[in-house]
Nanobody, 125 residues
C-alpha cells in the first residue's frame, strides 16, 4: 500500500487549499483514512477522518466547519478541502490509512498502518 499526499503550499490567512491523498496497492473499501498534521515541536494530531465503509467523517474541533474531508472512490483518493485557513494551521499534513480500522480508533495515530510522505502547509498572517 502506498499513499502519496500533495497539494500543500503557502497561503495567506483566510485563504484555501485542497490536499489530495492518492492511494494504491490495495482495495481501500473498508477501514479508515485520515489526515493528521504535525507542527514543529508538537505532536502529530488528528485533523479529519473518513470511514471507507459508511462514510462517517469526524473532525478535530479546531478545524470543524472550516475543513472538509471527502473521497473519490473511482480514483482511490481522499481530499481535504481547507478553507478560512489560520496561521495555526501551519504544519506538515500526512494522510494515513488503516484497512481494519474502526470508528473508535479513527483519531488515534498509532492505529494506522500506512502513511503518506507529508505535504507542507504554511499559512502567513
Amino acid at each position: 500500500v502506498q499513499l502519496q499526499a500533495f497539494g500543500g503550499g503557502l497561503v495567506q490567512a483566510g485563504g484555501s487549499l485542497r490536499l489530495a491523498c492518492a492511494a494504491s496497492g490495495g482495495t481501500f473499501s473498508d477501514g479508515n483514512m485520515a489526515w493528521f498534521r504535525q507542527a514543529p515541536g508538537k505532536e502529530r494530531e488528528f485533523v479529519a477522518g473518513i470511514r471507507l465503509r459508511g462514510g462517517s467523517t469526524p473532525y478535530a474541533n479546531s478545524v470543524k466547519d472550516r475543513f472538509t474531508i471527502s473521497r473519490d472512490y473511482a480514483k482511490s483518493t481522499v481530499y481535504l478541502q481547507m478553507n478560512s485557513l489560520k496561521p495555526e494551521d501551519t504544519a506538515v499534513y500526512y494522510c494515513a490509512t488503516s484497512p481494519r480500522g474502526i470508528l473508535s480508533t479513527i483519531r488515534v495515530p498509532s492505529s494506522y498502518y500506512y502513511w503518506g510522505q507529508g505535504t507542507q502547509v504554511t499559512v502567513s498572517s
